[in-house]
Antibody, heavy 120, light 107 residues
Framework: QGQLVQSGDEVKKPGASVKLSCQAS????????ITWVRQAPGQGLEWMGW????????DYSRRLQDRVTMTTDTSTRTAYMELRSLRADDTAIFYC?????????????WGQGTMVTVSS | DIQMTQSPSSLSASVGDRVTITCRAN??????LSWFQQKPGKAPNLLIY???TLHSGVPSRFSGSKSGTDFTLTISSLQPEDSATYYC?????????FGQGTKVEIK
């Protein structure tokens, strides 16, 4: 069925960077891509971008593309998302989720979320 | 970017009621539309993808349909455990935009 387990909560100062991890288990890692979604407190869901675990191809939200980098390590079945130059309005829960193109890219398995707080 | 306009933003209904949530795309998205349920403090859960395909394990009281660029999530008989926020998302083009969400409360 599959499971995604994300790294622990983070507190960062403005201007810093954060790198979150998302480890997959229970399915063939390279058969599904990974999408990152964030949710500011009390707000809706924002698509940040995705990465193909097969070839490393990425596609980022234009809003974030200058500050975000998504990578994967197939040897450890782990996806990473780094966000740089953090601002207070980056405070959010960050989720990873898997998708497969043969299933309309539906996000069928989600990680538990990582809270990132940006505060001086 | 494709805009997804979801309505209503919130609703209150009684157990057993039929509930409908609508999502309108401002461009053609074929049938590339998913619905998610999110409960407080939890990650979203996939309910429906490809407009009307029920995800594994999702109760059959949930259904999805399409008319043009209007997409509908229907809960045929609302249950107490359906209290949550529901989001639509298009997966036709990037960025994969979400609707603003509909909060469903039980009267």
């Amino acid at each position: 069925q599959g499971q995604l387990v994300q790294s622990g909560d983070e507190v960062k100062k403005p201007g810093a960077s954060v790198k979150l991890s998302c480890q997959a288990s229970g399915y063939s890692f390279t058969h599904y891509g990974i999408t990152w979604v964030r949710q500011a407190p009390g707000q809706g869901l924002e698509w940040m971008g995705w990465i193909s675990t097969y070839n490393g191809q990425t596609d980022y939200s234009r809003r974030l593309q200058d500050r975000v980098t998504m990578t994967t390590d197939t040897s450890t079945r782990t996806a990473y998302m780094e966000l740089r130059s953090l601002r207070a309005d980056d405070t959010a829960i960050f989720y990873c989720a898997r998708y497969r193109s043969t299933d309309y890219d539906a996000l069928d398995v989600w990680g538990q979320g990582t809270m990132v707080t940006v505060s001086s | 970017d494709i805009q997804m306009t979801q309505s209503p933003s919130s609703l209150s209904a009684s157990v057993g009621d039929r509930v409908t949530i609508t999502c309108r795309a401002n461009q053609y998205i074929s049938t590339y539309l998913s619905w998610f349920q999110q409960k407080p403090g939890k990650a979203p859960n996939l309910l429906i993808y490809a407009t009307s395909t029920l995800h594994s394990g999702v109760p059959s009281r949930f259904s999805g349909s399409k008319s043009g660029t209007d997409f509908t999530l229907t809960i045929s008989s609302l249950q107490p455990e359906d209290s949550a926020t529901y989001y639509c998302q298009q997966s036709y083009r990037t960025p994969r935009t979400f609707g603003q969400g509909t909060k469903v409360e039980i009267k």
